[in-house]
């Protein structure tokens, strides 16, 4: 996979599935922005699914963070799906693993 994509996208149920590429970095920018501006205008939850992802930036990061800050009220939260280890570790290290909730 090479860009991020929707998989589902449940209005009943306020959540939205987000599978990035095997590689979030700078060059899913654009895309990713896009897409979290686009479909969770009025969400409540977001599931990243991280099942392909390989490798994370400062960049992926920091879009993940803008997903974050996006969802900034009580009833909003950004969960990731199928973490690996080392990539919570850089999430972990950046200081950024209590901002989400991990499955």
């Given at each position: 996979?090479?860009?991020?994509?929707?998989?589902?996208t449940?209005?009943?149920?306020?959540?939205?599935?987000?599978?990035?590429p095997?590689?979030?970095?700078?060059?899913?920018i654009?895309?990713?922005?896009?897409?979290y501006?686009?479909?969770?205008?009025?969400?409540?939850?977001?599931?990243?699914?991280?099942?392909?992802t390989r490798?994370?930036?400062?960049?992926?990061?920091?879009?993940?963070?803008?997903?974050?800050?996006?969802?900034?009220?009580?009833?909003?939260?950004?969960?990731?799906?199928?973490?690996?280890?080392?990539?919570?570790?850089?999430?972990?290290?950046?200081?950024?693993?209590?901002?989400?909730?991990?499955?």
């Open positions: 996979m090479i860009s991020c994509e929707t998989l589902e449940m209005p009943g149920c306020q959540r939205v599935t987000i599978q990035l095997e590689h979030f970095d700078y060059r899913s654009h895309t990713f922005r896009q897409l501006q686009r479909a969770l205008s009025a969400e409540e939850e977001v599931v990243v699914d991280m099942a392909f490798y994370l930036d400062s960049s992926g990061i920091a879009l993940l963070l803008c997903l974050h800050q996006w969802l900034k009220h009580p009833a909003g939260t950004v969960k990731i799906n199928h973490c690996r280890a080392d990539l919570r570790q850089i999430l972990k290290l950046g200081r950024c693993e209590n901002k989400f909730l991990f499955g």
